[in-house]
């Protein structure tokens, strides 16, 4: 089986959860599509900015990947929580998913308090698109998050 695994990151925490959940993804032959903001601080605002305004030509080549979803037997997206709500980036990655009727989706975000606002946010939107969600989980960690937690969702999503 494929999976299709996408996550936005800025400070590396849903990155690292992301890895983890691969890691026990032991039934899947697993695709990424990262799309990650690297850089100084100022330069990460200039470009989430950027985002909340509809632009998205810096991460153009990440959204271009989404279009090979629907070889994919399950898509997990993964995002970081700001303000309770995932970043725009998840709205376009939403816009840019092809037919998502029927799919198998799993669904997770970081953040330090409000993760699973935002996890209800993204999750309302992917019911929206007809898709079947299987599993979602908000991974909330003041400092640091482990893998222990992320590495027991994917464990879970082999079952699913």
Do not use: C, W
């Not at 695994?5 to 990424?32: D, V």
Request: net charge negative; proline share 4%; aromatic share 10%.
């Amino acid at each position: 089986m494929k999976a299709l695994l996408i996550y936005f990151t800025m400070g590396g925490r849903t990155k690292k959860a992301a890895k983890a959940i691969a890691s026990a993804l032991t039934e899947y032959e697993i695709t990424y599509v990262p799309i990650e903001i690297l850089g100084r601080f100022f330069k990460k605002m200039e470009a989430i900015d950027k985002q909340e305004k509809g632009d998205f030509s810096d991460i153009e080549e990440e959204l271009i990947a989404l279009d090979t979803a629907a070889e994919h037997d399950l898509i997990i997206i993964g995002m970081p929580t700001y303000g309770g709500k995932p970043p725009k980036v998840f709205d376009e990655i939403m816009n840019r998913l092809p037919n998502l009727s029927g799919k198998r989706v799993a669904l997770f975000t970081t953040g330090r308090f409000t993760a699973n606002k935002a996890l209800e946010n993204m999750k309302e939107q992917v019911e929206a698109a007809d898709a079947e969600i299987i599993d979602q989980q908000a991974f909330n960690a003041f400092f640091r998050l482990g893998t222990k937690e992320p590495k027991k969702f994917g464990e879970e999503l082999n079952q699913a």
